[in-house]
């Protein structure tokens, strides 16, 4: 299973949504360790079957720049409110929420990024860092996932989770605080989706990686 009409230039996160009815899933083509490109770009493809052999067409494209200059990011979530992604930046201290719509008004039309606020619940140092060599570098968003009624933030590390009361915003939810759950084993955190429950998903990159698995985000649970 592939993607056609996308070129990969540093696809960091997915995420899906709904549009029209429609499902979707969103690739996010926006790492910049170098913070070097001035643009970055978000395709929409139509969710394929699990077991589709033949590549997922590219539905549309944002083409998005920041208005404070180029940023690296990992962790992309579409809003559930609906019609806007919302980007963590990776590098910055605090790291940073940046919006941008599910689509562009015109196509090919290159989007303004809007800075929505900066995520102040990370400390300047992961968790754990004699087990983990990768913690040496801050605790850094990695990936993010939001439903109505969890926002989950994952590094290197951990997860924080945010539980959300009915009808708050994202940024009001994250003033909140958080949960902080370590990962076992020192396993490195790349990627995380939340199920409708409270179930949560955690995986890294590269072939055979493993996948941690919690049935609660809760205080005080188990850890993934």
Not at 39 to 56: D, Q
Not at 195 to 224: F, K, N, Q
Request: proline share 9%; charged share 20%.
């Amino acid at each position: 299973m592939g993607v056609a009409g996308a070129q990969n230039r540093d696809w960091e996160d997915l995420d899906s949504f709904t549009l029209d009815g429609k499902p979707y899933l969103l690739i996010a083509d926006t790492g910049d360790n170098e913070a070097k490109h001035g643009r970055s770009r978000l395709h929409a493809v139509e969710e394929p079957e699990p077991r589709a052999t033949t590549k997922a067409a590219v539905a549309w494209t944002v083409d998005f720049a920041y208005p404070d200059g180029p940023h690296d990011c990992e962790a992309i979530a579409v809003d559930p409110a609906g019609g806007r992604a919302l980007l963590l930046t990776k590098r910055d201290t605090p790291p940073r929420i940046y919006s941008v719509p599910l689509r562009a008004a015109a196509e090919g039309a290159v989007v303004p990024a809007e800075f929505i606020a900066t995520f102040d619940s990370l400390s300047s140092a992961a968790p754990h860092a004699r087990r983990m060599p990768w913690a040496l570098l801050p605790d850094r968003p990695t990936a993010w996932d939001i439903t109505p009624e969890w926002i989950a933030v994952l590094t290197y590390g951990r997860v924080l989770a945010f539980p959300r009361a009915g009808g708050e915003s994202v940024i009001e939810s994250l003033a909140r605080e958080p949960a902080s759950l370590p990962l076992s084993g020192g396993f490195k955190g790349e990627a995380l989706a939340l199920a409708a429950t409270a179930s949560m998903y955690v995986t890294g990159e590269g072939t055979h990686a493993p996948i941690l698995a919690s049935t609660c985000v809760c205080e005080g649970c188990r850890v993934p």
